[in-house]
Nanobody
Framework: VQLQASGGGLAQAGGSLRLSCVAS????????MGWFRQAPGNEREFVAG???????YYSDSVKGRFTISRDNAKNTVYLQMNSLKPDDTAVYYC??????????????????WGQGTQVTVSS
């Protein structure tokens, strides 16, 4: 599976951004998809996950502000980020795995990664 993420950029606190990740190479609908993020000096952490059937999972820090979705016809997963905070500043990575990606999934468990896209939120 090859993953291509896009949509990062600069936003003000309280603003919104939408990330996209297009997958190719294998049967997209069979994979659990997710987003992780990594801020400087920190480990890569789980942000959101979505199963092949559409069940969603979020970290406590983004629940209620971020929404993950997928369009299997377009082989694409999205992360809608609203009410952004400076603490959301990080490189965001798209992830794919045959297992469902949930809150307890470690970044070392993930089989496929996208290249990362920078999100910067100014105060």
């Amino acid at each position: 599976v090859q993953l291509q993420a896009s949509g990062g950029g600069l936003a003000q606190a309280g603003g919104s951004l939408r990330l996209s990740c297009v997958a190719s190479g294998r049967t997209f609908s069979s994979y659990g998809m997710g987003w992780f993020r990594q801020a400087p000096g920190n480990e890569r952490e789980f942000v959101a996950g979505i199963s092949w059937s559409g069940s969603t999972y979020y970290s406590d820090s983004v629940k209620g502000r971020f929404t993950i979705s997928r369009d299997n016809a377009k082989n694409t997963v999205y992360l809608q980020m609203n009410s952004l905070k400076p603490d959301d500043t990080a490189v965001y990575y798209c992830a794919a795995d045959l297992a469902v990606i949930v809150r307890t999934t470690r970044h070392t468990d993930i089989e496929y990664w996208g290249q990362g896209t920078q999100v910067t939120v100014s105060s």
